[in-house]
């Protein structure tokens, strides 16, 4: 907490602690290095206060969700008033949105939002918010999701939560994007790491005389305040949910261990004084905040919500926390630094042309970004490769298979396979083939296969009989033993079925949205 009274609290614990340690030595020249061990300690509970926070957070999680479980109905009023008044009392408070928004009082409702799908996850480190709306000439969400998500590991898909904001009031189009993110990405949806909310139809005040000013016309004045108040309805639903708010946008790529070097930058700036961290030099993408600080900075948009865009209110948060008017620019400029901190290089990159505004193209670029990953490279075991996908370009089965570059090919449909041959039969002892990469996830493989060629026909012999477990017949003498599940097969090959002479992935149906494909990596481990 970084409230006054906090500040005061620690203020006085620290006069006396250093009075004690004064009262206890005889050298004045021991005062620094206690004055330092005394910094140390207020550091760690600090720190300790953050993971109190965390578990706090979960706790609340807990709460919510047995007080919206249907298995709990049945709970006697007096212990559901109880745990209302719990929840009153641990939740983050809320600012005044109801001065700045006067209408909001007509109905109780306004500030609810209406969750399509999700678990209603909390308590988890990373919440990201990604505000969608309408636009004209291409939406890019899906794809930014799956940069999100793209090599998230089973730890970090359970510690973070991606909130999805359709900012419309639109039945039509909102339904719309909730049936898109179901289909592109059910399980993120159903394992709770994906959540797609919309506003209360009653949220958004009238936008159509809006004052004209910076030489802006109506629509764009009508644009950047309608983005000023999505913003804020995104975080008042995120500041519950877990311990750091990122802000995101819906036409952005992710770099391969964002999630990771999130986590490593703030444990290396917690014990210091900052109001957001910065991942991403271009406007408000990838700004960082503490869920705490949240409600104070919501305050701040919705009271000039009206006047500038957001990310000018949100410098302007940092002036008139440190700026000094009778200073120069320069040293204000230092002063805001110490409050934002920026990583480099920059972990997000916009990617959308068309913006949301109507007519604006925009080719912003973080030149901080630097260029993505687009194939892991493996050593395996030397084999002739063929396919009937054909290749774009220079992108060859041979050379991923190598590792030196990703194999991309064109219109798969049902029956098409890879087809690894190896040079002399191999003991394979596991696979992996990923599907897609950071920049083009949707390029993957679906409804395939991973199948074997057994050396020994024995061997196919037994599987055709039912006799082993592992795997079941296919066509050809292959046996399956894996298919693609989020764009990536894995697996362990089970030793009964001996030396392999051939691996093979097989399409198995035409799917609509399976126009191109893309293998970004292939490891057979032996």
């Not at 009262?23 to 004045?28: E, F, N, P, R």
């Not at 979960?58 to 007096?78: A, E, Y």
């Not at 802000?247 to 990771?260: H, R, S, Y």
């Not at 957001?276 to 000039?304: A, H």
């Amino acid at each position: 907490m970084r409230s006054w009274h906090g500040k005061l609290f620690f203020f006085t614990g620290f006069v006396c602690v250093l009075m004690l340690t004064s009262w206890h030595t005889s050298k004045a020249d021991n005062l620094p290095s206690q004055l330092h061990l005394v910094y140390e300690r207020l550091l760690r509970a600090e720190q300790r206060g953050e993971v109190l926070s965390h578990e706090l957070l979960k706790v609340l999680g807990q709460l919510q969700n047995r007080s919206i479980s249907p298995s709990n109905l049945t709970i006697s009023n007096s212990s559901a008033l109880l745990e209302e008044r719990v929840l009153r009392r641990l939740l983050p408070s809320q600012p005044n949105a109801h001065i700045y928004l006067p209408h909001l009082k007509e109905h109780e409702d306004s500030l609810k939002p209406i969750v399509h799908l999700g678990k209603r996850r909390t308590g988890v480190s990373l919440v990201l918010g990604v505000p969608t709306v309408h636009r004209q000439k291409q939406s890019y969400l899906v794809n930014t999701l799956q940069s999100l998500l793209y090599d998230l590991s089973t730890a970090e898909r359970k510690d973070i939560v991606i909130v999805v904001f359709v900012a419309e009031t639109n039945a039509t189009f909102v339904k719309a994007v909730v049936q898109s993110v179901q289909t592109n990405l059910p399980d993120a949806v159903s394992s709770g790491v994906v959540e797609v909310i919309s506003p209360s139809p009653h949220y958004y005040p009238d936008l159509s005389n809006l004052k004209e000013t910076f030489g802006d016309p109506k629509e764009r004045v009508r644009w950047r305040t309608k983005q000023n108040l999505d913003y804020s309805f995104l975080m008042l639903y995120a500041q519950s949910k877990g311990t750091y708010y990122v802000q995101l946008e819906d036409d952005i790529v992710a770099k391969q261990g964002f999630f990771e070097s999130m986590k490593t930058y703030i444990e290396q700036v917690l014990s210091e004084e900052w109001l957001f961290l910065e991942f991403s030099q271009l406007g408000f993408i990838g700004k960082l905040f503490r869920t705490s600080d949240l409600p104070m900075i919501v305050e701040f948009f919705l009271m000039f919500h009206k006047d500038k865009p957001i990310d000018w209110l949100l410098d302007h948060i940092l002036w008139v926390k440190v700026c000094n008017p009778e200073k120069d620019l320069k040293h204000c400029n230092n002063e805001k630094a110490q409050l934002k901190r920026t990583y480099k290089p920059s972990l997000f990159q916009h990617v959308g042309l068309h913006s949301s505004l109507t007519g604006k193209i925009q080719n912003l670029k973080d030149k901080d970004f630097g260029n993505q990953v687009l194939f892991k490279g493996h050593y395996n075991p030397p084999a002739e490769l063929s396919s009937s996908l054909e290749k774009y370009q220079s992108h060859t089965l041979e050379r991923a298979y190598n590792g030196e570059d990703f194999f991309w090919g064109l219109t798969p449909k049902r029956g098409d396979y890879i087809l690894i041959t190896f040079t002399t039969p191999q003991a394979v002892k596991g696979y992996f083939f990923r599907s897609g990469n950071i920049e083009t996830n949707g390029d993957r493989f679906y409804n395939t296969t991973v199948e074997v060629l057994p050396n020994n026909n024995s061997v196919k012999e037994k599987v055709t009989r039912g006799e082993l477990a592992c795997c079941k017949p296919s066509s050809d003498g292959f046996v399956q033993i894996g298919s693609f599940k989020n764009g990536v097969a894995e697996g362990e090959v089970d030793g009964a079925l001996g030396e392999i002479a051939a691996m093979r992935l097989l399409v198995h149906s035409d799917v609509s949205v399976m126009w191109w494909v893309l293998l970004s990596e292939i490891f057979i481990k032996v």
